[in-house]
């Protein structure tokens, strides 16, 4: 009965953050299939550590930690691995289901591709704030960092996103 | 390009953020592979439980067995092999435990074949991993052989017409395996093979004698008419008949007999003879049947172990619109890494399949840089000019221009856009199609249209061929390839 109850508190998490975790790992890596296989990932091994008897205090930051470690992994293979070579950068990227279009396809692979260039940190700390609309104290929560430390990188990152579209 | 500097980009980031989101088949298909997860997860526990009951000691409850094997053998335990933690309750609990869960004479002779294709399957993958050692195979053929022999003397006890259809049925994948086992140079156990193959194709003919003086309705003979045509055409649809691989050319001669076999049947049936027909399509069905494991369990990777320390590759994968087929690049690795990596992939396919028995066996074959070849064949086509897409695309009127999707420049990388291919490099995007690209960009030149058209290129042959689709206009492509 417990497994039972526990299966579905997960089921529950699933189903309010697995958009959210899409967009954001979908805005790191720019690649639709790429994103859905991090999602997916993040979500078993949040299953693969609750499963085993660990608390989570806050389950919101704990899942955005999965998949940031994970997205780091991707970043690692795909430098490392010529193999990846063939993984298309720019996927399918606009959401075919978007039912609101509140953004014009062009218009959002513009911003797609400025993102893309943003370095690290600078382009998760953006993502996080603008895409995903965490506060800068909710992302300090989520990555260990000091808030100002969280509010400098979106400051600098917004000004890289301009003299990109500048040039 | 220009620019169009967004007043505030903050909205705009807020805005490009609400547009994209999982879709419901997404969504579902996730939720879907989560709870496969998490049942996978429970199952493994049972299994641990009961690997420590028996290191411990423990009487394990007849009543904990029946449930485990109730609620579904896990795939881990079934993707188990000799010298895998799991293979010995794979062999040792699951398959008597199942085996005693057979409750018709029927059922009990087609468990013995599956056993019989397991212990097969298990010799292949070994030989494949280059892990095989005599001990092993002897224990496996052995093993092989002791449930064909149960098998075959079990079919004396069924009607003749069930006799036959599984006598022909573990004919055609026995005759499959002898040339997946000759393919890794197994001669001593393709002979074995050859061995029983000949006993249950005479136990057959004797069946089929008996059944030949007997009554079929025309509407069976019909029926069966009907299933064999959905059999071909669920194997045509499996098998790449586009597809130049071993496997694949094996599998094509296979059923182009299927047809011929069936098309008598038909005409059997016109005729009046009901009974012939049956044979006929008896036979189309032991064409299809190998077929199917010849392809569905034959080679993917290519690569032959005699030659694999002079292998080169870049990249391989798996094409997920057709599971069966792998586009490769010849290979450049030391060849323990390439086999592992190998076994890697093979392991991915098979998850990919429905049948449990299915897997991969691999070869390594001996290829020559494809990719000089390659370039050779550009530069003498577009003369004087630098390897740029503007050139390519002029020269070759069948290259699309994502096909220069991630491909390299010197100075850059040109990315297939929603508003075309751009060229980034120094930190912005430009409308440049002019820059001329680097030698890996060249190879993966090569490798974005080998994918596209979904062929490979391991030899010289094969990099001509996909030279000359280059040189055809699209639609000529769309057509030849249906």
């Known amino acids: 009965m417990e497994q039972n109850k526990l299966q579905q508190d997960f089921l529950e998490i699933y189903n309010e953050l697995s958009d959210a975790i899409f967009k954001h790992c979908f805005f790191r890596v720019s690649n639709r299939e790429a994103a859905l296989d991090l999602t997916q990932d993040t979500f078993t091994k949040t299953w693969d550590f609750v499963s085993k008897g660990n608390d989570i205090h806050d389950v919101r930051a704990f899942v955005y930690r999965v998949a940031n470690n994970l997205i780091i992994d991707?970043?690692?293979?795909?430098?490392?691995?010529?193999?990846?070579a063939y993984l298309e950068e720019v996927g399918d990227i606009?959401?075919?289901?978007?039912?609101?279009?509140?953004l014009h396809r062009a218009e959002l692979s513009e911003i797609l591709l400025k993102v893309r260039l943003l370095e690290e940190p600078y382009r998760q700390a953006v993502v996080m704030r603008y895409v995903d609309g965490l506060s800068p104290k909710e992302i300090a929560e989520i990555l260990k960092e000091q808030p100002n430390t969280i509010s400098v990188r979106i400051s600098r990152g917004v000004q890289q996103l301009q003299t990109l579209y500048e040039k | 390009m220009k620019n169009n500097i967004p007043n505030n980009i903050e909205d705009l980031l807020q805005q490009a953020g609400s547009s994209v989101r999982l879709s419901d088949t997404e969504k579902n298909t996730q939720r879907t592979l989560?709870?496969?997860?998490?049942?996978?997860?429970?199952?493994q526990k049972w299994y641990t439980a009961i690997l420590h009951a028996q290191t411990t000691r423990f009487v394990v409850a007849p009543l904990t067995i029946c449930l485990l094997v109730v609620t579904g053998v896990s795939a881990s335990s079934l993707d188990a092999y000799p010298g895998d933690i799991l293979y010995g309750i794979k062999t040792n609990i699951v398959e008597p435990v199942v085996a005693l869960v057979q409750f018709s004479d029927e059922a009990e002779v087609l468990y013995e074949k599956k056993l019989t294709e397991r212990r097969l399957d298990e010799v292949l993958v070994l030989a494949a991993r280059n892990t095989l050692n005599d001990v092993d195979k002897e224990s496996l053929v052995s093993e092989a052989e002791r449930h064909l022999t149960i098998l075959s003397k079990s079919t004396e006890t069924l009607s003749p017409e069930f006799a036959v259809e599984i006598l022909s049925d573990t004919e055609a994948t026995l005759r499959a395996y002898e040339k997946l086992f000759s393919r890794v140079d197994e001669k001593e156990t393709t002979d074995i093979l050859s061995s029983h193959v000949a006993i249950l194709n005479k136990k057959r003919l004797t069946n089929e004698m008996q059944i030949s003086g007997s009554y079929v309705k025309k509407e069976d003979a019909e029926k069966k008419s009907q299933d064999i045509k959905e059999f071909l055409a669920l194997v045509q649809g499996g098998v790449d008949l586009e597809g130049q691989m071993q496997g694949a050319l094996e599998a094509q001669a296979q059923l182009r007999l299927a047809e011929e076999a069936l098309h008598s049947g038909e005409e059997n049936i016109s005729a009046g003879s009901y009974t012939q027909a049956m044979l006929s399509f008896s036979r189309a069905s032991r064409f299809i049947r190998e077929a199917q494991v010849v392809f569905n369990t034959g080679v993917y990777l290519a690569i032959r172990p005699q030659t694999v320390e002079r292998a080169t590759t870049d990249s391989i994968r798996v094409n997920d619109e057709a599971p069966v087929a792998i586009a490769i690049a010849p290979i450049k690795k030391e060849s323990s890494e390439l086999v592992n990596e190998a076994t890697m992939l093979s392991k991915q396919v098979t998850a990919s399949f429905a049948q449990e028995t299915s897997m991969v066996s691999v070869e390594v074959i001996d290829s020559e840089d494809v990719y000089e070849?390659?370039?050779?064949?550009?530069?003498?086509?577009?003369?004087?000019?630098e390897i740029t897409p503007v050139s390519v695309m002029k020269t070759f009127p069948g290259v699309r221009p994502e096909d220069f999707n991630n491909v390299n420049t010197e100075h850059g990388v040109y990315i297939m856009t929603e508003i075309g291919l751009l060229l980034q490099a120094n930190g912005s995007l430009e409308n440049d199609n002019t820059e001329e690209i680097s030698e890996a960009g060249e190879r993966q030149l090569l490798l974005n249209i080998a994918l596209r058209l979904k062929v490979e290129f391991v030899t010289r042959t094969d990099v001509e061929y996909i030279v000359g689709i280059m040189k055809i206009k699209e639609s000529s492509i769309?057509?030849?390839l249906e």
């Open chain 1, 94 to 102: 606009a959401d075919t289901h978007n039912q609101e279009n509140t």
């Open chain 1, 74 to 84: 991707f970043y690692r293979k795909k430098k490392s691995q010529s193999l990846d």
């Open chain 2, 478 to 480: 769309e057509t030849s």
């Open chain 2, 373 to 385: 070849i390659f370039k050779t064949l550009i530069k003498s086509n577009i003369g004087n000019y």
């Open chain 2, 34 to 43: 989560l709870m496969t997860h998490i049942e996978q997860k429970k199952k």
